[in-house]
């Protein structure tokens, strides 16, 4: 996806559950992270009519929930798609700038997202 903002969570759950509850079209790809191996969980949002998507990529997702997502097809670029950081850098990333598991806040129940790449 050309045009793309790409998110990092340590978990995926709690918006393939909001994404389902709401009716929003999505994909759910997996794939090796480059760096260290880990199996990524990645939701691909498409913002409609302007050619733009929405990506929230992490290392874990319920188990009831792992069998919704399709490996990376050979027609979408791992390289490209990949966040470029190991799982270890991501999450140190997401706790020094204040990442919650919920945010009671907005009373959205959904974890904090740390930015990692525009395209």
């Known amino acids: ?6 998110y990092y969570a340590p978990d995926v759950s709690a918006f393939v559950m909001t994404l389902e509850a709401n ?7 997996t794939y090796r992270n480059p760096i260290d191996g880990t199996t990524m969980y990645a939701l ?10 929405f990506e929230v990529h ?3 997702v319920d188990r009831g929930l792992a069998n ?3 490996p990376l097809g050979a027609d979408e670029c791992a390289a490209a798609f990949a966040l470029g950081e190991s799982v270890a850098t991501l999450d140190a990333a997401w ?3 204040g990442g919650v598991d919920s945010d009671d806040a907005s009373a959205s129940g959904l974890p904090s997202m740390l ?4 395209h």
């Open 95 to 97: 706790r020094f700038l």
């Open 115 to 118: 930015i990692v790449k525009v």
């Open 68 to 70: 919704g997502f399709s």
């Open 23 to 29: 009716g929003v079209g999505h994909l759910r790809r």
């Open 44 to 53: 691909v949002v498409v913002l409609p009519h302007a050619g733009r998507a």
């Open 58 to 60: 992490g290392a874990s």
């Open 1 to 6: 996806m050309a045009a793309s903002t790409s």
